[in-house]
């Protein structure tokens, strides 16, 4: 660059061109033109650089969801029918080992199965056969023991209800059905 050049006020002590000077003299310039065009320049930098990092975030968010959605569900062995009586509920983790769910017989050829944390604030609902319901002691709330409905108290969504599939005296958890909205 040229000293005449009007975006450059000084001459760096060498007497050399701004591009053959050090970097860092040409990252921090004295002169406000140039200090203006290094600060737009990095301003430019990091929009890119943020709109790519946020880019990047977004497809790898989309393709965690996809990979889920895309992975089949898991069949699990829960117990027998012959060791659960009418009116009796099992505890069993589905689908990890921390995720918590109560398996109730609420009648002969009738099973439910739903996660047992509560849709409030997640603490553990206790199945309650004889008032068809599933009780929440935290803020006592209630669901429905059929379908899993909130009945009473705070929760407003239904539990997750895992699906069930019994065959030969034994009984697996098969999958989480999707939401249903309560009515
Ligand atoms: S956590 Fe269940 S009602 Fe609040």
């Known amino acids: 660059m040229k000293p005449d050049n009007p975006e450059i006020c000084t001459v760096p002590p060498d007497g050399k ?48 969801s996809l990979r889920q959605k895309a992975e089949p569900a898991t069949r699990v062995k829960i117990g027998t029918v012959a060791a659960l009586p009418v009116g009796k509920s099992l505890v069993f983790a589905y689908p990890g080992e ?9 009648e002969e050829n009738t099973f439910t199965a739903y996660s047992q944390a509560c849709t409030h604030l997640s603490c553990a609902v206790i199945p309650e ?9 935290c803020h006592e709330g209630a669901f429905d023991l059929k379908t899993g409905q ?29 939401e249903e909205r309560s009515l």
């Not at 918590?100 to 017989?105: A, E, N």
């Not at 056969?129 to 002691?137: A, Q």
């Not at 005296?169 to 989480?176: K, L």
């Open 17 to 64: 061109p701004m591009e053959l000077q050090p970097q860092w003299r040409q990252d921090f310039p004295i002169d406000w033109p140039q200090d203006h065009y290094v600060a737009r320049r990095d301003f430019t930098k990091f929009l890119v650089l943020t709109s790519f990092a946020f880019s990047v975030g977004q497809f790898w968010i989309a393709f965690l």
């Open 150 to 178: 909130p009945i009473a108290g705070p929760p407003r969504r239904p539990l997750p209800r895992i699906q069930l599939d019994i065959r030969g005296g034994e009984i697996f958890a098969t999958g989480i059905a999707p």
């Open 98 to 106: 921390h995720d918590k769910c109560v398996l109730t017989r609420v």
């Open 129 to 137: 056969p004889e008032k068809g319901r599933l009780f929440c002691p």
